[in-house]
């Protein structure tokens, strides 16, 4: 089984893509999807939150009140950390079970929008990320889910920016606004992600055998290179259970 790490900034088309493999095969997993499921009514999650921010963030059904929370947490630094530290490993655990019942040949993408930002990115074999131009994310956030710009814009900057997802991708998917009229290629990338990459990967790994170096592939760039150094540095650190590791 292959566990494979799905982000991008909001607005990037991520959702998309995790359409795309889920129709091409893989095992789904959403964090937005378990983020709700793990303070639904009733559940210990929930009741953390109403420990934490009170009875306002409940609705008159008994339910969370989301737009009442993200009222309470919205540009407060010190909100958000309290109600991340409640949900977070509430999801993570969710996503390890979910993982953990997948067929032993499945590729499990789970999508995550802040792989990034909690720092989880080292704990899977490959991280997909999904990017676009910021005005075109801005754009898309505006027209297609009617939110007024600055909010927009708000809620970027409180994501992580392009470069730190860029040093965390194993491969990075570009999904920006097209021409009117032309064609999308973001299907054909996510279908040869798929049977190039992930299907390849997943194979190896359940063979222990290593994926041969494709003849002529270029050795990449110093940059390149170092930051792959960087993410297996990270990958290897997290899997001894160690918060530094120096190699030599």
Sequence with gaps: MLRVGLTGGIGAGKSTVARQLLELGAVLVDADVLAREVVARGTPGLAAVLERFGPGVLTADGELDRPALGRLV???DGARAALNAIVHPLVAARRAELAAAAPADAVVVEDV?????TGAAPGYPLVVVVEAPEEERVRRLVQERGMRAQDARARLAA???DEQRRAAA???LPN???PRGAPDPLPALVARLWHERLLPFEANLRARRPAPRPAGAPAGSTG???AAADRLRARVARAAGERALSVE
């Design 159 to 161: 994501q992580a920016g």
């Design 176 to 178: 920006p606004r097209r």
């Design 170 to 172: 194993d491969v990075l």
């Design 74 to 76: 919205f540009g407060d």
């Design 224 to 226: 390149q290179r170092g």
């Design 113 to 117: 929008p802040l792989l990034v930002e």
